[in-house]
T-cell receptor
């Protein structure tokens, strides 16, 4: 059972436009959510996170929106740049003492065209 | 500041053997988390160690274990290797750990092939 889903395996956007990456989750008990970026042959890079008690967090060109009623979060990149081309993973973390768990989506490959 | 280092970078083992992977976090970071990445399952969280104690744990069998030393370096051990254990194993370090919801810094990974 996939608790964190990224339903779009790929997304293509023109340079300078907005990129919107989406993520859905099923467990309302998650405590916060994270986005990572991954280039080929490199480890993931943390981008931005959001607590479950917030609905928006912004960091430069990156903004994450959380809609708890819809169990949906999205990452907005404005403006998109060719260097943003990578695979983006969303992840959800649930506290649980020694049983806390971090669950990842399968990723969305973003291509930003010059 | 040196980044997260993982050794070895590549490893080939036979079914039934065991393997130990090593991760050295960024200096000053007390948390080390381990992940498995495969084409089929994607990125999966194994466990996190913070100040030598396992703090969080994903849904992996007991064949996967780890430990952390007083200098924050961590090792992950997989016993009785199976073909399905072939994967890229990543570790990540952070100051406050997963519970802080803040930045983690990933290493380049260890590519394990089980034959």
């Amino acid at each position: 059972d996939q608790q964190v889903k990224q339903n779009s395996p790929s997304l293509s956007v023109q340079e300078g436009r907005i990129s919107i990456l989406n993520c859905d989750y099923t467990n309302s008990m998650f405590d916060y959510f994270l986005w990572y970026k991954k280039y080929p042959a490199e480890g993931p890079t943390f981008l931005i996170s959001i607590s479950s008690i917030k609905d928006k967090n912004e960091d430069g060109r990156f903004t994450v929106f959380l809609n708890k009623s819809a169990k949906h979060l999205s990452l907005h990149i404005v403006p998109s740049q060719p260097g943003d081309s990578a695979v983006y993973f969303c992840a959800a973390f649930r506290y649980g003492g020694s049983q806390g768990n971090l669950i990842f989506g399968k990723g969305t490959k973003l291509s930003v065209k010059p | 500041k040196a980044g997260v280092t993982q050794t070895p970078r590549y490893l080939i083992k036979t079914r039934g053997q065991q393997v130990t992977l090593s991760c050295s976090p960024i200096s000053g970071h007390r948390s080390v988390s381990w992940y498995q990445q495969t084409p089929g399952q994607g990125l999966q969280f194994l466990f996190e160690y913070f100040s030598e104690t396992q703090r969080n744990k994903g849904n992996f069998p007991g064949r996967f274990s780890g430990r952390q030393f007083s200098n924050s370096r961590s090792e992950m051990n997989v016993s009785t290797l199976e073909l399905g254990d072939s994967a890229l194993y990543l570790c990540a370090s952070s100051l406050g750990g997963l519970a802080g919801g803040r930045e983690q810094y990933f290493g380049p990974g260890t590519r394990l092939t089980v034959t």
